[in-house]
């Protein structure tokens, strides 16, 4: 429904590594460059722009006036809820500080989408980790309306640059039970798994290394949605059982306090 145009886009980091939008820059179908010319208008990012203080500030609030309803928040990161928010400060106003809560919760209700991309802002992730002092959560757990998850620690550019697409192009993706498109989420790892056949043979690795199936080495693969196995990634080359290393979880809801410790059945 968006088709004559870009999707305009509201970008805002908050709790996370910056993980995400290092992956996102390694998209290759389309490149970075594409994306930024032909699908997304990126009006806001407190990590890709230029525009500094006010400026970037008067950004967000012309958005506000000239594009409520119509504009795409995207969030990469969790949101510390505890003591009002203070443990994330997008800005310093005269009015006082910003916090990631407040422009989360304020953008949120004006989108047309909210999509959290990576796992922190899906689910809390790692930002949410025990003991979890900021009280780090998900953005749906601040949002009363839907919020489009593309999990992954970080997210594969893929589901991301995907999901964009979709929403540019025909508007919402299928989702799952967790608010996640099916269209990256709806298999398991461990269903199209190149080691799979060493499974069904009860045939186990015995240590990190061997090329049998990782399940005794802790895999989480048969309960992870994803479609690394034939997605792959950077430039679609490799992933984790490909290079011995079992499926840790990364787009699960418990990651990484249900996977951990790492490595271990
Ligand atoms: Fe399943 Fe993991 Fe074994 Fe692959 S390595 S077959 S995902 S348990
Ligand atoms: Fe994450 Fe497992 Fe894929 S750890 S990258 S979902 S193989």
């Known amino acids: 429904h968006h088709n004559k145009g870009k999707l305009p886009v509201i970008w805002l980091e908050t709790s996370d590594s910056g993980d995400n939008n290092i992956a996102f820059m390694n998209t290759t179908y389309p490149y970075l460059n594409q994306i930024f010319t032909d699908m997304i208008d990126l009006i806001?990012?407190?990590?890709?722009?230029?525009?500094?203080?006010?400026?970037?500030?008067?950004?967000?609030?012309?958005?506000?006036?000239?594009?409520?309803?119509?504009?795409?928040?995207?969030?990469?990161?969790?949101?510390?809820?505890?003591?009002?928010?203070?443990?994330?400060?997008?800005?310093?106003?005269?009015?006082?500080?910003?916090?990631?809560?407040?422009?989360?919760?304020?953008?949120g209700e004006a989108a047309e989408f909210v999509v959290a991309i990576g796992t922190c802002a899906s689910f809390g992730g790692v930002s949410s980790a025990a003991p979890n002092v900021t009280g780090?959560?998900?953005?749906?757990?601040?949002?009363?309306?839907?919020?489009?998850?593309?999990?992954?620690?970080?997210?594969?550019?893929?589901?991301?640059?995907?999901?964009?697409?979709?929403?540019?192009?025909?508007?919402?993706?299928?989702?799952?039970?967790?608010?996640?498109?099916?269209?990256?989420?709806?298999?398991?790892?461990?269903?199209?798994?190149?080691?799979?056949?060493?499974?069904?043979?009860?045939?186990?690795?015995?240590?990190?290394?061997?090329?049998?199936?990782?399940?005794?080495?802790?895999?989480?693969?048969?309960?992870?949605?994803s479609d690394c196995p034939y997605r792959q990634w950077i430039n679609h080359v490799s992933w984790p059982v490909k290079v011995n290393t079992p499926c840790i979880g990364c787009t699960n809801r418990d990651f990484p306090d249900g996977s951990a410790p790492f490595f271990t059945p």
């Open 44 to 107: 806001y990012s407190n990590t890709f722009m230029a525009a500094q203080g006010r400026d970037a500030l008067s950004l967000v609030e012309d958005t506000l006036s000239n594009y409520y309803g119509k504009f795409t928040l995207v969030v990469e990161g969790a949101i510390p809820t505890k003591d009002g928010g203070i443990y994330n400060v997008i800005a310093r106003t005269r009015r006082g500080p910003i916090t990631a809560l407040e422009a989360v919760t304020r953008l």
């Open 136 to 225: 780090s959560v998900g953005v749906s757990k601040v949002l009363k309306r839907r919020v489009i998850n593309v999990s992954g620690c970080p997210v594969n550019p893929d589901w991301f640059v995907g999901t964009l697409a979709h929403l540019l192009m025909y508007g919402e993706p299928e989702l799952d039970e967790l608010n996640r498109p099916k269209l990256f989420y709806g298999h398991t790892v461990h269903q199209h798994c190149q080691r799979r056949s060493y499974f069904d043979k009860k045939d186990f690795a015995e240590k990190l290394g061997d090329i049998e199936c990782m399940f005794s080495q802790g895999c989480t693969g048969p309960r992870t949605g």
